[in-house]
């Protein structure tokens, strides 16, 4: 029986903390007519001390679970989409699967800046298509205000920070993922970047005192490598699915500049009341800005049952990318006892984190010194002479 990739539950999160153009008219020359006419953007979500990429993406998910009967174990598969992971490693992906307990997943983030959600998604649905997974939870989660150069002003009135996250689930009804195009193009690698805190150009004073740990970007090659490609990838998309762009109900773009969309819209000859867009509350948030969409779009009944969707997203890499979609609206209904079953297998979890952490340090005790081989008499004699 032919299996197909749905999701049945989604959720976001972003910090309460909100920065409106005028505060930053304090911070940069800029002003908020510049930053409104120019990207469309009016405030944006800043992340609080205590709050991170993986905090974010962790109440996302936990969201998005909760609309559905699933518990945290039954996830094969847990994928962050992230451009500011919470480390260089671990994955900000592990860090989700231990707070929300998904004990049996595996987990892993995936870069590909702004284009991430999508190709994260792809990936999903196509482990969940092949058999080889049931359930999967993606997230697309941003702390860019971290890597923003707070003086740059080219680059700070544009990003915010949010994660999205949707369960996808194996399912015999037709529809949900029905097509996707990744593509990429390193030579235009310099175009959209933070240099250093990789292997090669290791955090030094000199890095951080040249100021490479913050993102650089020429944003008007990146608006025109955008134009070109939010328009091209979503006719693929749309025709490999056997579909007509005429047949497309609802398309949820990248948010990094309202003019970007306005040109996709031209460019694809659709109003532009086909495109969702809240680029002018959460400014661009990266992989976190399509999940994000997506969830206000199903909130406001922007996206209904029948319904064909087209994701549309470009990044850093330089990565694009579209995927379409039937959503169908595939339903797991949230009975009492799968709520409770899921809170008593959460507090398990949770306890059994904690034991685990517990155990690894009484055996670090009792057995670390041992770690090494013993040294033999005849070598410790040998060290002494
Ligand atoms: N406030 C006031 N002036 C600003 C400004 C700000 N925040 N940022 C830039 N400017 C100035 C520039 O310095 C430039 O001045 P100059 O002509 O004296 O050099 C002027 O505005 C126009 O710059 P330009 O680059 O032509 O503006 P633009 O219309 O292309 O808009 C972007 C700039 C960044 C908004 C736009 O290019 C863009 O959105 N690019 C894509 C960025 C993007 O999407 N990045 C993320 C990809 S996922």
Known sequence: MARYAHIIGWGMAV?????TNQELEGMVDTSDEWITTRTGIRTRHIAGERESTASLATEAARRALRMTALSAIELDLIIVATASPEHLFPATACLVQDAIGAARAGAFDLSAACTGFIYALNMAAQAIRSGSIQHALVIGAETLSRLVDWKDRNTCVLF??????VVLSASDVPGGVLSCVMRSDG???NLLYVAAGGSRYPASPETVEKGMHTIRMNGREVFRFATRVMASSTREAVSLAGLQLEDIEVIIPHQANRRIIESAARGLKLPLDRFLINIDRYGNTSSASIP??????????RINPGDHVVMVAFGGGLTWGALTMEWVGVEMPVTPRARWRRRFLRRLARLRSFLVRILRKLEGLLWGARSHPRSSAKDRRRRHE
């Open 160 to 165: 915010g920070d949010g994660a999205g996250a």
């Open 15 to 19: 910090p309460e903390r909100v920065l």
């Open 187 to 189: 030579s235009g690698a």
């Open 292 to 301: 994000i969409a997506l969830c206000e779009g199903l909130a406001d009944g």
